[in-house]
């Protein structure tokens, strides 16, 4: 069945600091993936989003691109913030005329920055 | 607007009691799905409708669990005879129109189960 591995956490860092956050994916047919944000004490929110291979998904200065050969959705941030410190969740929804577009959810990183 | 929002925030039961939570999607919404989330692991699909059309109920856990959302709008979803495996924060997300347009998630209810 499809699936979602994520590296664990907790993943600490300064401000300023390159973050990674890897994600790589099992799955019939050719994916939607997603990466959701939960900011302490909110609901979770849509992140960025690819739909088709090599599509880079982007937003808040966060990226991911869609790597079918390598079957990951790597996030990316050049300088990360306080306040960017939440958990990070990837996701994916499935192709196919059957797909009820219900979102398959790795385990979530958390991410803390350091003044 | 308005964003998906859900009812109560907090619950307690006590084992055995039945329960009932309530997801409020974002006005004109078509497509809404239920997720649970164990402490310290990511969503797990529980249900999906489309307007009151229930399409997959696939990831519910037992027969202990029920939705609804009789006028395709407003859903509920009833858990009978609570164990504290339940125990967890249960999410509705509601899309447009499209099961594949994005889902925009309510803060959650976290049921507690003593």
């Known amino acids: 069945g499809n699936s979602v591995t994520q590296m664990e956490g907790p993943v600490t860092l300064s401000e300023e600091a390159f973050l990674t956050i890897n994600c790589t994916y099992t799955?019939?047919?050719?994916?939607?993936l997603f990466w959701y944000v939960q900011y302490p004490g909110e609901g979770l929110q849509l992140l960025l989003k690819?739909?088709?291979?090599?599509d880079k998904g982007s937003n808040k200065g966060f990226e991911a691109t869609y790597r079918k050969e390598t079957t990951s959705f790597h996030l990316e941030k050049g300088s990360v913030q306080v306040s960017d410190s939440a958990v990070y969740f990837c996701?994916?929804?499935?192709?196919?005329?059957?797909?009820?577009?219900?979102?398959?959810f790795g385990q979530g990183t958390t991410l803390q920055v350091k003044p | 607007g308005a964003g998906v929002s859900q009812s109560p925030r907090y619950k307690v039961a006590k084992r055995g009691q039945d329960v009932a939570l309530r997801c409020d999607p974002i006005?004109?919404?078509?497509?809404l799905f239920w997720y649970q989330q164990a402490l310290g692991q990511g969503p797990e699909f529980l249900t999906y409708?489309?307007?009151?059309?229930?399409?997959?109920k696939s990831g519910l856990p037992s027969d202990r669990f029920f939705a609804e959302r009789p006028e395709g709008s407003v859903s509920t979803l009833k858990i009978q005879r609570t164990q504290q495996e339940d125990s967890a924060v249960y999410l509705c997300?509601?899309?447009?129109?499209?099961?594949?347009?994005?889902?925009?998630f309510g803060p959650g209810t976290r049921l507690t189960v003593l």
């Open positions: 997300a509601s899309s447009l129109v499209r099961h594949t347009d994005t889902q925009y």
């Open positions: 799955a019939t047919g050719y994916p939607s």
């Open positions: 690819a739909t088709k291979a090599d």
């Open positions: 996701a994916l929804s499935g192709a196919g005329s059957s797909n009820t577009g219900k979102l398959i």
């Open positions: 006005s004109g919404h078509v497509s």
């Open positions: 409708f489309q307007n009151e059309a229930q399409l997959d």
